[in-house]
C-alpha cells in the first residue's frame, strides 16, 4: 500500500481523499481553528475510506454550542455525548460528525492527550491544509506499526487497551513492543469500562479480514476477564482452535459468498468468545444473546457425533429443530465444522439452505392452525400446537406434498393420540 509521506504532499493527498467538497456543511461554516483529527486522517492518509467516514473534529471552543449552531444552519440532528468535556455529535444527510473541544492551549497540546499515534494526527480545516503530526503517526502509519502516546493516555480511558488490538488487527500492523507490554500490563483496567463500550469494539474486531486473531489475542491478553472469568485451559484452547478456523480464508474453502460470510463470520467469532451470560454483561441485545447461545448450543450437540453431516446423527425432532433455530444463520454453524472430515456434509448442507424452498432447511408451517381448525372442527388447546408440530415435521422430511395429504394426516395424528389415550385437540 503507497501512501503519502508527512509534509504537504500527504496532506494535499489526503484532503484529495477526502472530498470536503462533498460533506454535508462546508469547511467554512466551521469555527475559525477547527480541525479534522483521528480515524479519518489515519484512513485517508492509508487510502481507506469509506464513501461517508465519521468525522471527528476539535473546536477551539464550545463544541456542544457549535454543534447547535450548525444544526439550525444546516439540518440534521445534535447529540450530546459529554456535557462535561463538551463533545457532541452531529448526524446529518446520513453523515456523523463528532465535535470535540481542544484540549490544551493549542492543537498540538490536544493531539498528546490521544491513545495511539497513528490517531494524533490533524488537518487544519483552514488553508493551507499541512498535516499537524507531532508525534510521528505517519512514519508509524508507513511503518505499519502501532504505538501508544503514552502510558497514562491508555489509563486515561483503558477502553483504549482493547482499542490498540483492534486497531491492529484491522489495520494489519505489529504492536510495538513497549505498547504491547502496556496492554497486558493493564488488562485489569478493564474492569471499570461499561460494558456497552467493550462490546462495540469487540463487534469491530469480530468484522474485520484478521478479526478471528484479534479477538485470540484478545483472549491471550485476558482483556475480557472481567466479564469472561478465568475458565480452565480447556475451554481457552477450545476457544482458540474454534477462532484458528474462522478465518476469510476458510469461509473461501467452503464456498461461501462474501455476503454470506460477511454474516457468518462475525457472529461465529464472537460465539467462539463469548456465550449468552456474558453478552448479558455486555449489555448486548437479547437477540444477539439468543442468536449466540442457539449457534453455541447446536455446536456443543454436534461436537458430540462422529458424524455431523448425516441425518443419522440427529434425530428427525432434533434436525427440525436446528433448522427452525439456525435458519438464518446456518453458515456460522457450518464454518465452525473441522476439515476436512466434514468437508462433503457441510458443501451438501450449504447447497440446500441457499434454496429458500427446502421443506427442511427452511421449515414452514404445512397448514396454519385457524385453517386446521376450521377444516377438522377442531377447539383450540395446548395440543393443537404438537399437531401443528408434527405436520410441519412431516413437511420437512417430504412425506407430505399437498392440502389433502396435510388434512389426511392430521386425522390420522389425532386418532392416534385417542387411541392411545392422549389429550388430542377436541372436536366440535
Given amino acids: 500500500m503507497h501512501m503519502p509521506g508527512a509534509g504537504a504532499d500527504g496532506a494535499i493527498v489526503a484532503w484529495h481523499r477526502l472530498a ?62 459529554d456535557a462535561e468535556r463538551s463533545i457532541a455529535r452531529l448526524v446529518v444527510q446520513g453523515w456523523s460528525l463528532d465535535l470535540a473541544r481542544q484540549e490544551g492551549d493549542s492543537l498540538s497540546a490536544d493531539l498528546h492527550r490521544r491513545d495511539y499515534t497513528i490517531n494524533a494526527m490533524a ?3 483552514a488553508e493551507p491544509h499541512t498535516l499537524v503530526d507531532p508525534l510521528g503517526g505517519a512514519a508509524h502509519l508507513a511503518a505499519g506499526e502501532l504505538v ?21 488487527s484491522e489495520l494489519g500492523f505489529r504492536l510495538e513492543p513497549r505498547t504491547h ?45 472481567p466479564w469472561l472469568g478465568a475458565g480452565s485451559d480447556q475451554e481457552r484452547r477450545n476457544a482458540l482452535a474454534l477462532l484458528d478456523r474462522l478465518s476469510l480464508e476458510h469461509s473461501r474453502q467452503l464456498q461461501l459468498t462474501a455476503a454470506e460470510a460477511a454474516a457468518a ?17 455486555l449489555r448486548s441485545s437479547r437477540r444477539l444473546q439468543q442468536r449466540v ?31 427452525r433455530q439456525l435458519e438464518e444463520d446456518l453458515p456460522a454453524l457450518l464454518l465452525g465444522w473441522p476439515e476436512p472430515e466434514r468437508e462433503a456434509a457441510a458443501a451438501g448442507w450449504l447447497e440446500r439452505w441457499r434454496n429458500p ?16 381448525q376450521r377444516e377438522l372442527q377442531l377447539r383450540p388447546s395446548p395440543q393443537l400446537g404438537a399437531l401443528l408440530d408434527h405436520l410441519m415435521l412431516e413437511q420437512a422430511f417430504g412425506r407430505l406434498q399437498e392440502r389433502g395429504e396435510v388434512l389426511e394426516r392430521a386425522r390420522q395424528w389425532l386418532d392416534a393420540e385417542a387411541n392411545d389415550g392422549g389429550m388430542a385437540p377436541c372436536r366440535d
Fill in 123 to 125: 488537518l487544519p480545516l
Fill in 357 to 372: 424452498r427446502d421443506p427442511l432447511f427452511h421449515p414452514r408451517a404445512a397448514i396454519d392452525g385457524g385453517s386446521l
Fill in 181 to 225: 507490554a502496556w496492554i497486558l500490563q493493564h488488562s485489569p483496567r478493564m474492569r471499570g469500562v461499561a460494558g456497552e463500550r467493550v462490546l462495540a469494539e469487540l463487534e469491530k474486531l469480530a468484522t474485520a479480514p484478521a478479526g478471528h486473531r484479534g479477538l485470540a489475542e484478545v483472549l491471550n491478553s485476558d482483556l475480557l476477564l
Fill in 293 to 323: 447461545e442457539r449457534l453455541r448450543h447446536w455446536q456443543t450437540r454436534l461436537g458430540h457425533t462422529d458424524a455431523m453431516g448425516s441425518a443419522a446423527a440427529l434425530s428427525e425432532t432434533e434436525r427440525l429443530q436446528l433448522h
Fill in 148 to 168: 501508544a502516546v503514552a502510558e497514562a493516555n491508555l489509563l486515561d480511558d483503558p477502553l483504549r487497551l482493547l482499542r490498540g488490538l483492534r486497531l491492529a
Fill in 20 to 81: 470536503a467538497q462533498r460533506w454535508p456543511i462546508p469547511l467554512e461554516a466551521f469555527p475559525p481553528g477547527t480541525a479534522l483529527v483521528g480515524g479519518a486522517v489515519r484512513d485517508a492518509l492509508l487510502d481507506r475510506l469509506g464513501p461517508m467516514p465519521d468525522l471527528d473534529l476539535v473546536v477551539p471552543g464550545d463544541a456542544v454550542a457549535v454543534s447547535r449552531q450548525l444544526r439550525r444552519r444546516h439540518g440534521g440532528s445534535a447529540v450530546v455525548l
Fill in 265 to 281: 463470520l462475525p457472529l461465529a467469532r464472537l460465539a467462539a468468545l463469548l456465550d449468552g451470560a456474558a453478552l448479558q454483561a
